[in-house]
């Protein structure tokens, strides 16, 4: 859909149009779904996170402004937001922890990038450690600096850096084992 036909159907859900409100929803929900399952440990707690993001895109919509951004940019912060918002209601504080002098060793992982899938790869990204999934989401995927990820979160960026390279060392483990590559 081009960036004229999205700020159409937004102008629409913004004044309450059900038509609109049900088409942004079917355009949006696989993008939004496949966030939260980044950030979920399985289906299910996506699901859920995934509900709680959706209201409150729909609650928040019409602080959207077209002129400052593109409305999946908009829509993602929404949603990380609120799924951080839902994973610190269940005390996920005690999965950061800081490492010092944490040394990220070097793995020849090319091969088994170019064999893994995309649904691989969030499965093995759902199996991190809470604090490990959240930081290297922000980071990785979502663009935020480790200072942003430190306020957010209310860690130092000392424990989002060494929670960053943990999560790459597990996750370039994980997919090292799972093709056998040595």
């Known amino acids: 859909m081009k960036p004229e036909e999205t700020e159409l159907l937004i ?8 038509p609109a409100i049900t088409q942004l929803y079917e355009q949006q929900k696989s993008y939004w779904f496949r966030i939260c ?3 979920a440990k399985n289906r299910d707690e996506a699901q859920d996170v995934f509900q709680d993001g959706v209201a409150k895109i729909f609650e928040k919509i019409d602080t959207f402004n077209a002129h400052k951004g593109s409305f999946n940019a908009w829509s993602n912060k929404v949603l990380v937001h609120e799924v951080l918002r839902t994973l610190k209601k269940n005390q996920w504080q005690n999965s950061f922890s800081s490492v010092e002098g944490y040394e990220q060793e070097a793995y020849n ?11 691989e790869l969030t499965e093995v990204i759902q199996a991190l450690p809470l604090g490990y999934r959240v930081v290297f989401n ?7 600096s480790h200072k942003e990820i430190a306020e957010e979160l209310n860690i130092s960026t000392g424990t989002s850096k060494s929670q960053l390279s943990r999560a790459k060392k597990v996750l370039q483990n994980e997919i090292v084992k799972l093709f056998e590559i040595k």
């Not at 102008?11 to 059900?18: C, D, L, M, R």
């Not at 992982?109 to 649904?119: C, G, N, T, V």
């Open 11 to 18: 102008a629409q859900v913004k004044k309450g149009k059900q």
């Open 37 to 39: 399952l980044r950030y």
């Open 109 to 119: 992982q090319d091969q088994a990038i170019e064999r893994i899938s995309a649904k």
């Open 138 to 144: 922000m980071y990785e995927i979502e663009g935020y």
